[in-house]
């Protein structure tokens, strides 16, 4: 089992949808989890972090499930500016900075 | 603009060579780290530089090799390059302690060509 695994998409959907995507990860004594967005021929940014069970940050929802060892990541009310590829990351146990990065899932958000 | 800039921004070498790719963190970050992406994958850790000093290394062969410098810059240097070095080399910075996870920011990165 790969130490993290994503949906491999891609997912292509109509503006106005919702839209989901799980990650799966092996280390069950990671703490803290991330969603990073990166767009086409571009370097990864920020989307939100989930540290307890889950977060919300307006259209975006990212929920944790340890005992599954899952992330997944809603988006709710699809723009077009949504396309772009979700990395999810597990970073590494305390003392460890092996930040490990999923495959990602391609988005895109069609009119 | 996250403020983590790198050079250059494309580069163009043959197998065997030697390369070298640099970083400038952000500033008040003190911690580096530098990964591989090839087309359709993910970015690979390999490895990180926390005061000048490596900090955690990921599953990469000792041709690549790393410094940061005491204004917090880094270098990664790859020799005998190889076909499959091919990706696009990405920096990050951090304010991240020894013990503790924050948040990285990432520059533009270096697409290399190795031919």
């Known amino acids: 089992r790969k130490e993290v695994e994503q949906d491999p998409g891609p997912f292509n959907v109509p503006e106005g949808a919702t839209v989901a995507f799980n990650c799966t990860y092996s280390?069950?004594?990671?703490?803290?989890f991330f969603w990073y967005r990166q767009d086409c021929r571009k370097e990864p940014k920020l989307l939100m972090s989930?540290?307890?069970s889950g977060n919300e940050d307006g259209r975006f929802t990212a929920q944790l499930n340890r005992a599954s060892q899952y992330i997944s990541l809603l988006i709710r009310d699809s723009k077009l500016s949504d396309s772009a590829t979700y990395l999810c990351v597990v970073p590494p146990d305390p003392g460890n900075n092996d930040m490990r990065f999923g495959a990602g899932t391609r988005l895109t958000v069609k009119p | 603009e996250t403020g983590v800039t790198q050079s250059p921004t494309h580069l163009i070498k043959t197998r065997g060579q030697q390369v070298t790719l640099r970083c400038s963190s952000q500033s008040g970050h003190n911690t580096v780290s530098w990964y591989q992406q090839a087309l359709g994958q993910g970015p690979q850790f390999i490895f990180q530089?926390?005061?000048?000093?490596?900090?955690g290394r990921g599953n990469f062969p000792p041709r690549f090799s790393g410094l940061q410098f005491p204004n917090y810059s880094s270098e990664l240097n790859v020799n005998a390059l190889e076909l499959d070095d091919s990706a696009l080399y990405l920096c990050a910075s951090s304010s991240s302690s020894r013990s503790s996870y924050n948040e990285q920011f990432f520059g533009p990165g270096t697409r290399l060509t190795v031919l």
């Open positions: 280390n069950s004594a990671s703490q803290s």
């Open positions: 989930v540290y307890s």
């Open positions: 530089y926390y005061r000048e000093e490596e900090n």
